[in-house]
């Protein structure tokens, strides 16, 4: 598609989403106002011009409307949202049967769950930095390669060493991709529809959760999918592992050939020429259809900003200066942690590591604890076996009912996800944050009070549903309580805390699983009770401004 504008000048010829930069000779001048010529692409600097008005940031994003361009813009990050969810939850589909042909332990099933966490903690806070200093886009097209790439590589590893090692290296291109992806999607939006429309964002998740259970659910089962390649076996499993890593490059793809940078990050680096650009690009994507003319104003621009990006620019092509680029990287931890947002960064610290913890830790293990009692029935920890020894393990023929039941669980996020979009902008994140969490972990006590198989798995899915609640609730709450140029590096941080928390989950999980289960139950369950409680000490969110 191109841009519908009159004349045969190259801007007509540019992709519809295009993020193309400017000549950089253009973005060196100083704080002088932009007018906007309408015979040609709309942008002159004439020093006897009329002078324009100045807009925030928010008068900006207002100016430009809301409409098409938006849900497109959902459309595009929601499936990237949609591939990392694939990308984590398809280790947890595989344990069942990927555990013979790699011969695994409980504590190995364990340390396989963790990897990808693992990798998601070094890259949470590292692509987070970088996306506050380099962009977003450019982060989010790199992160997602990484993630699909290695992702899709490990389905041929033979050994369960490398194949660790390659669900690591993906989970640091997914440790960049999540916190990114909300930050740059919220800095499109108005003011009054950010809540309801990040909500709508993580609700995404839940399409990957129900992608990856569905293919598990039609590839790992079918014996079709099993053929040699080579001296290596490849199980329909491993047909799984590459289809996971669809979703991640063609979401890379999207965002380098489709979307523009984030007009707030560019704002903030001083670039007002290409904000107003792709200002330009919303309002003509929204008021398609209409006669509407794209209105002539200058923006507020922080000009201290773009120097200091600038100069680690400079910086970073030194190695002398080496140390103090890793101050600088550092920085934005010491800000976190100090002045008017110390208390709410402390706060969000303990309410990502409960939720971390616990959603995580009991989710990875879901298919593995049905499988365990698919013949007995029961609890899932009430009647756990131990498993035979690895030699005599029996993985085949595949349990399809597992399978079915892990989609039935993925499924029943989807009234949860409904139920935050309607009342998000009228509730606020806070109160569902804490109430879904206090929920959460009364179902998970119940899940080791239970009897009967039927019974834990509603119960399962009723922390499916409510758990998801507590997760968009903690999306809008972040991208919210921090500045533009903290936002990334705050939320690639407490992911990478989340990540450490997971990781001890499923540690936890993997070492108990077989010989008291009873013991992560109830840890899970406190620890998400801890975080309700927590968050009742956040501030009030509800329709603030970006700053």
């Known amino acids: ?142 992160s997602l390669t990484v993630n699909g790439l290695f992702g899709g590589l490990a389905s041929i590893a033979p050994w369960f060493w490398l194949f660790l090692l390659l669900r690591f290296i993906s989970g640091i291109g997914v440790g960049g991709s999540i916190p990114v992806i909300f930050s740059y999607f919220s800095e499109f939006m108005p003011r009054l529809r950010r809540g309801s429309m990040i909500s709508a964002l993580a609700t995404f998740w839940m399409a990957g959760n129900i992608l990856a259970a569905g293919l598990a659910w039609l590839v790992i089962p079918r014996t079709w999918a099993h053929f040699s390649l080579g001296t290596l076996d490849f199980q329909s499993w491993r047909l799984f592992v590459v289809l996971c890593s669809v979703p991640s490059i063609s979401s890379a793809v999207l965002f380098k050939l489709l979307m523009p940078e984030s007009p707030k990050f560019l704002m903030e680096a001083g670039r007002e020429e290409e904000a107003i650009h792709v200002f330009r690009l919303m309002f003509e994507l929204n008021m398609k259809g209409t006669e509407k003319a794209f209105p002539e104003f200058a923006l507020h621009t922080n000009s201290k900003q773009r120097g200091e990006i600038k100069e680690i620019g400079l910086w970073d092509t030194k190695r002398k200066h080496l140390m103090s680029v890793l101050k600088e990287g550092l920085l934005p931890i010491k800000q976190m942690f100090s002045g008017s947002v110390k208390t709410r960064s402390i706060i969000l610290l303990i309410i990502f590591y409960c939720i971390s913890f616990g959603y995580y830790g009991l989710w990875m293990w879901f298919p593995e604890l049905f499988a365990r009692v698919e013949t007995s029935g029961g609890s899932p920890c009430a009647n756990v076996t131990l498993p035979s020894p690895l030699n005599n393990q029996s993985c085949y023929p595949v349990k399809t009912a597992v399978y079915m039941e892990g989609f039935i669980i993925a499924a029943s996020n989807l009234p949860g996800n409904i139920f935050t979009i309607l009342i998000m902008n009228s509730t606020g994140g806070k109160a569902l944050l804490s109430c879904s969490l206090i929920v959460s972990s009364l179902s998970v006590f119940l899940i080791y009070m239970v009897q009967t198989k039927a019974q834990s798995l509603g119960l399962s899915c009723i922390f499916s549903g409510v758990s998801v609640i507590a997760w968009n609730a903690l999306d809008v709450v972040g991208t919210e309580l921090y500045p533009t140029h903290l936002r990334s590096s705050a939320l690639g941080f407490f992911t990478g805390v989340g990540r450490v928390a997971a990781i001890m989950g499923n540690m936890v999980f993997g070492k108990l699983v077989d010989s008291n289960c009873t013991v992560p139950i109830l840890l899970v369950s406190a620890l998400l009770l801890t975080g309700g409680l927590v968050a009742l000490l956040l501030p009030q969110t509800r329709q603030t401004e970006l700053t």
């Open 1 to 142: 598609m191109s841009r519908n504008i009159n004349g045969g000048d190259k801007e007509a010829r540019r992709p519809l989403l295009s993020g193309d930069k400017l000549d950089s000779t253009e973005l060196d001048s100083d704080e002088a106002e932009v007018i906007f010529d309408r015979r040609s692409s709309g942008i002159a600097d004439e020093a006897g011009g009329s002078a324009t008005k100045r807009l925030t940031y928010e008068e900006a994003v207002e100016e430009a409307g809301f409409g098409l361009f938006h849900w497109l813009l959902l459309v595009v990050c929601g499936w990237a949202n949609a591939s990392d969810a694939v990308e984590i939850l398809c280790v947890s589909f595989l344990l069942p049967t990927a555990r013979c042909d790699l011969l695994l332990s409980s504590s190995d099933m364990g340390l396989l769950t963790a990897s990808i966490f693992l990798g998601m903690m070094v890259g949470g806070y590292m692509w987070g930095y970088l996306a506050d200093q380099r962009g977003r886009r450019k982060v989010l097209v790199v």
